[in-house]
């Protein structure tokens, strides 16, 4: 029986060969030799919206699926798509089950001690997501109560770190937004704190629910890969053209509604960290 993960990518994969032209192949997770006809294999979290999600005719859709496909053509590489778990992500980039792994990935020192990062694509700050009639409207308003946080996400850290500072009674983890969100709208926990890209994206037709506060925290994302894979140098120079020739901008104003700001990660091109 087929896991949950490759439930998913099987079904993805189906979808995406009738729906883009693009060739996409399923294969074993095992480790393989890379050559230029294998497919690339990426590693996502599925439900990480406006980055890779389901939409409702059952494509894989979002901002860094549109990437990773004008990438993978450029490449003349078909696509093998992964759905897991975040925190599940670094282990697979380690064992090479997979090559390539997405999710608003922010890069950070200590992710650097163990992988490779293509340059930055999109800048960040972390967030405060509450229900509407909540009554809280900042961090301080969340002591002795429980917060949420995706599993092994930035947002998580940044809660590790400042636990104390806030007094928050408990943090809960998560895998993947839909079920913290409906645990929110139950009153389960009082805030939820993450990436803003994705929870202002989220909330816009979530009625029961707002983004309360920016948390700034200066976070850039990009692919991330096994260390002293060349595969990274290649990735990097089709995001630099996608750069240069305005593709990311228009993959930006795609999914947020506006084209990106002059002087941030989706229009500058910037060194590999």
């Known amino acids: 029986m087929l896991s ?5 990518s099987r079904r993805f994969v189906l979808q995406l060969l009738g729906g883009t032209g693009l060739a996409i192949a399923f294969s074993s997770c095992r480790a393989q030799t890379p050559t230029t006809t294998a497919p690339l294999r990426i590693g996502l979290n599925v439900g990480n919206v406006p980055w890779e999600f389901e939409n409702e005719a059952g494509e894989l859709v979002g901002f860094e699926v549109d ?16 759905d897991l778990p975040f925190i599940d992500l670094f282990p697979s980039l380690l ?11 922010t890069i950070t020192s200590e992710r650097l001690e163990n992988f490779d990062f293509a340059q930055p694509y999109y800048d960040s ?36 770190e400042h636990k104390e500072k806030y007094q928050f009674s408990r943090i809960r983890r998560y895998e993947g937004l ?11 926990f009082a805030g939820y704190i993450s990436d803003i890209p994705g929870m202002l994206h989220y909330t816009q037709d979530k009625p029961l629910l707002q ?11 990009s692919f991330m890969f096994a260390k002293g894979n060349p595969l990274r140098d290649e990735v990097n120079a089709e995001i630099t053209r996608l750069k240069e020739t305005g593709q990311l901008a228009e993959i930006h104003e795609r999914w947020f509604g506006t084209p990106p700001d002059e002087g941030t990660s989706t229009v500058d091109v910037l060194p590999v960290p």
Request: proline share 4%.
């Open 4 to 8: 949950k993960s490759n439930r998913f």
């Open 67 to 82: 990437m990773i496909k004008h990438i993978a053509e450029q490449l003349n590489r078909p696509l093998e798509f992964l």
């Open 95 to 105: 064992s090479q089950r997979i090559d390539i792994a997405m999710a608003s990935i």
């Open 125 to 160: 700050d972390q967030s405060l997501t509450v229900k509407v009639d909540s009554n809280i409207t900042r961090l301080e308003d969340l002591q002795g109560q429980e917060v949420g946080v995706e599993n092994g996400s930035t947002g998580d850290q940044w809660v590790e």
């Open 178 to 188: 839909p079920p913290a969100m409906a645990d929110l709208e139950a009153g389960i």
């Open 211 to 221: 983004v309360v506060q920016r948390i700034p925290t200066g976070e850039q994302y």
